[in-house]
C-alpha cells in the first residue's frame, strides 16, 4: 500500500486530500491521525490543518497493509 504523497506542508485551515493505493490501483483505506490537535482527517482521506505541529497521518486496511504521510502544519 502507498499514498499519493508520503509528507506534505498545510497552513492552519487548510485541506488536502490524500489517495491510497494498492499495487497502483486507487483504493478505499480507513484513515487515522497521530494528533488530531494538528491535524485532522476524514473517512475519504482528506487532511486538514488543525494547529501548528506535526503529525503522521495513517492509511490503513486490515492489520497488514498501512501506508503514512507525514503533516507539518504552520
Same mark, same amino acid.
Given at each position: 500500500m502507498t499514498l499519493d504523497k508520503s509528507s506534505a506542508t498545510l497552513e492552519t485551515?487548510?485541506?488536502? @486530500?490524500?489517495?491510497a493505493? +494498492?499495487?497502483g490501483h486507487a483504493t478505499i483505506a480507513n484513515w487515522k491521525? $497521530?494528533?488530531a490537535s494538528? @491535524?485532522?482527517v476524514n473517512a475519504n482521506g482528506v487532511v486538514t490543518g +488543525?494547529?501548528?505541529? $506535526?503529525a503522521i497521518i495513517t492509511a490503513y486496511i486490515g492489520q497488514e497493509m @498501512? @501506508?503514512?504521510?507525514?503533516?507539518k502544519v504552520k
Open positions: 485551515g487548510k485541506a488536502l @486530500a490524500l489517495k493505493y +494498492v499495487d491521525t $497521530s494528533d494538528v @491535524a485532522a +488543525v494547529g501548528k505541529g $506535526s @498501512a @501506508a503514512e504521510c507525514k503533516i
